[in-house]
Each structure stands twice: as C-alpha cells, then as structure tokens.
C-alpha cells in the first residue's frame, strides 16, 4: 500500500515558475515508477511526465517537453516536478501517481493515485 500526497501548488503568472511535490509513504516507493498527471476543468485527466523507479529514465508529454522536468529523492521518498515557463493552458489539478510496471502513460496503469493539487497559471 502507498499513500500519496501531493503540495506545492499555487498561483502563478504565465512564464513563472512552480514546483509540486509528492510525498509517499510506505517502505517500498523506491519499487515504483512514478507518473504526473493534470486534468482540466471538463476534460480528462492526461499524462505529463513518467520517472522510472531508480530514477535513471524519465519520459514526458509532447506538451511538457523542454518546460518541466520530473525528478525523485528515494532517500526522501519524494517525487517532484519542476515547471518552467507555464502558460495559461497548464491549469489543472495535478496528481502524482505510482506503478510497478515502469514508465506508462495510461491512467489505467497505475495503482496508487494523491488528491492532488490545483495549479492556475494567469495571463
């Protein structure tokens, strides 16, 4: 069982700069691969980025890509994500997801999901 808890959202003008956090609980979040992922106010929830278990692979969204970088602190059993020059359209809730299959980008993949927390980026 892990227990996923997601801070560090906010308010931020377009062309700032956020990082969220993801603290987890349990003994083994060093077994698994973590995912972020936003939704929007009517629409689905959709993948961001994806960091394998030990770190040494990430993988992002066409979207994120050159803007936010996902990293983790296993000592810490913590997972970030950086992101730099957010734009309006990256509002949303983001959540913070665990895996033990690697780095997916289905929803459906994963098996422990946070509450997550509320990103608004103005123009």
């Known amino acids: 069982q892990v227990q996923l808890v997601e801070s560090g959202g906010g308010l931020v003008q377009a062309g700032g700069s956020l990082r969220i956090s993801c603290a987890a609980s349990g003994r083994t979040f060093s077994s698994y691969a973590m995912g972020w992922f936003r939704q929007a106010p009517g629409k689905e929830r959709e993948f961001a980025a994806a960091i394998s278990a030990g770190g040494g692979s990430v993988y992002y969204a066409n979207s994120v890509q050159g803007r936010f970088t996902i990293s983790r602190a296993n000592a810490k059993n913590t997972v970030y994500l950086q992101m730099n020059s957010l734009k309006p359209e990256d509002t949303a809730v983001y959540y913070c997801?665990?895996?033990?299959?690697?780095?997916?980008?289905?929803?459906?993949?994963?098996?422990?999901w946070g509450q997550g927390t509320q990103v608004t980026v103005s123009s």
């Open positions: 997801a665990a895996n033990l299959q690697g780095i997916v980008v289905s929803t459906s993949s994963y098996d422990y």
